[in-house]
């Protein structure tokens, strides 16, 4: 085993180039306000699959791409989303950002699954290049091609060509750090609740990683 980082603030070790295990003295207080604000603006992650739409919220959604003609983006989804399987399947997804007064969507599609329910009935809606869905009312949506893809445990790494979009607001989308000081009290408990069940999974899988090549 072979400690490769120590500082006055954390020390961590790794056991091959493959795995990484322990962790001792990191002050996680120190972390979380820059982790926090890695967050980006919240959108409802479409899907398609053998007939049927669904919609996930995400926040963990970065640019991938520094060539303005070839846009891609990286979005990591949960495994225990129906989401997660409906994009592995589908190999597509498409991104819609809220806007700033949209925080009711938050919770019709972040805070239950599509399993138990359609969240997507009777909300307007166009199709994507690859069927995914795309909302005609929102701050902008961005068709998605999976081209790749990571395995981390308790989620996937999507890579993502941007094939089709179209920004429909001026302004700011909503951010989760903005958003979630509006929510009202029942909703932030029911995420609080959802979360910390999450939390606990994801604690179990975060370290079962595949590390065979994505097709
Ligand atoms: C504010 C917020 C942010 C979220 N961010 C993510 C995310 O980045 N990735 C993810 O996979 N799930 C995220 N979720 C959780 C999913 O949206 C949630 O588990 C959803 O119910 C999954 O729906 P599905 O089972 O129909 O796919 C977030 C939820 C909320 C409320």
Redesign the pocket.
Known sequence: MLVVGISQCYTFQVESSLGFIGKTDMEHSEIAPMMGRL??P?AA?T?HWQGKD????????AAASIVPDRPRVV????K?????A?VLSAGAFALNFLRPEQLDL??D????????ED?LDGVGKTTGKFGSPLLTDCFGYMDCRVINAMDAGD?TCFLADVIDGQTLSEGEPLW?RD??RKLPSEWLER?EN??SA?IATSRSTMDQISHIPWQ
């Open positions: 967050w980006s919240l992650v899907s669904n919609v996930q919220m995400a926040v963990a959604i979005v990591q989804l949960y225990t989303n129906l989401s997660h409906m938050i919770g599609f972040g805070l239950v699954s599509g399993r138990d969240k989620m989760w958003a979630r995420w959802k979360q999450e």
